[in-house]
């Protein structure tokens, strides 16, 4: 076998290295364990690792009925059973101008998958792609799998890290197919205004260009501004919200999360992007059946107290 050969250098090499986990472990290995001075334990940000975030009962026993039930021990249909797409429109709708439908929102095996599925839609020849810096890795190394050209656009710190929207402008171009928003953000903790996302959308729009609003920390907020999603100015621009369980749940390990689209125009319908999606669905993998089974129980019947408790843990743990 000393003449095999595999020509060419993997996507997946250069993609790895946008990784926290990666870099997590590598510091990990390297600790000198003589050395005793005390050591920040900088996480990949599983809250459920401290004993003080469990999440709800309601949403443990809703689990435990799904799998008891030996209703959903099958495959699951692609994009998600009716029932848990239904209760995820009705989720995400809270606070829109208008209703989605469960035809407009899509199950992924968390928000990772859910950026995997979006991006892998929209990839084309030549195609870019406007990514905020600071961000969240996964942008990037999905980008370099799907073969989207990355431009990033800055967040100002000075103005609590909104968008500097004069100089993405500039980085947009006719192949450009989308920019990506994370509200509440990761890593920077900012909360953007209605204002703020009034302008990105209005933005998108002149660029021509849809909005990725990255929603996986939705609702966690504890400063002045109140979290605004950004599917409310799906009349300005067409958005794809993402989000999931992981964070507001403390479940990052149940995999399950979303995509929702906030299109009243039907734009994405019109450019065949509702199509890619669904062809992106069927190539990958769904979220265990149970776990989808118990959407609606955990998302109708979750209690307020779980919610309030878990905001001011953080409200009272974070340096302000
Ligand atoms: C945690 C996180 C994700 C991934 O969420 P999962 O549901 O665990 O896949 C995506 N985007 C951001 C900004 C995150 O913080």
């Known amino acids: 076998m000393k003449n095999w050969k595999l020509r060419g ?18 510091v ?41 039930s030996a209703h959903f021990n099958g495959y699951a249909p692609k994009g998600g059973a009716l029932q848990p797409k239904r209760s995820l429109a009705e989720y995400l709708s809270t606070n829109l101008p208008y209703k989605l439908s ?39 190394a999905l980008s370099v799998i799907n073969h989207l050209e990355i431009r990033h656009f800055d967040l100002v710190q000075e103005k609590n890290w909104e968008v500097d929207l004069t100089g993405l402008q500039k980085l947009a171009d ?24 009034k302008e990105i959308a209005e933005t998108a729009r002149r660029l021509g260009i849809l909005v990725i609003a990255d929603e996986a920390y939705g609702h966690l ?10 599917g409310l100015f799906g009349n300005i621009a067409p958005i794809l919200t993402l989000g999931s369980l992981s964070k507001r749940w403390m479940v ?29 669905l069927i190539t990958n993998t769904e979220p265990a059946t149970f776990i989808q089974a118990a959407l609606p129980q955990i998302l109708e019947k979750t209690t307020n107290d779980f919610f309030v408790k878990t905001v001011n843990i953080l409200r009272k743990d974070a340096v302000l």
């Open 9 to 26: 250098n993997s996507d997946i090499t250069s993609a790895s290295t946008h990784s926290i986990a990666r870099v997590n472990a590598h």
């Open 28 to 68: 990990k290995t390297h600790i000198n364990q003589s050395d005793q001075r005390p050591i920040i334990p900088l996480s990949i940000g599983d809250p459920s690792i401290f004993p003080c975030f469990r999440t709800d009962q309601v949403a443990e026993d809703a689990v435990v009925d799904a799998l008891r």
């Open 102 to 140: 469960p035809d407009d929102v899509y199950v992924t095996v968390g928000a990772k998958q859910a950026i995997q599925i979006v991006l892998s839609a929209l990839r084309r020849p030549d195609a870019n792609i406007l990514l905020p810096k600071p961000g969240y890795p996964a942008y990037e």
């Open 174 to 197: 006719d192949k450009t197919v989308a920019m990506v928003i994370i509200n509440p953000g990761n890593p920077c903790g900012n909360v953007y205004t209605r204002d703020h996302l």
């Open 221 to 230: 907020t504890f400063g002045s501004n109140p979290f605004v999603p950004m």
């Open 252 to 280: 990052p390990g149940w995999r399950i999360g979303w995509i929702a689209r906030s299109d009243p125009d039907g734009i994405f319908e019109e450019q065949g992007i509702v199509e890619c999606i669904k062809r992106s």
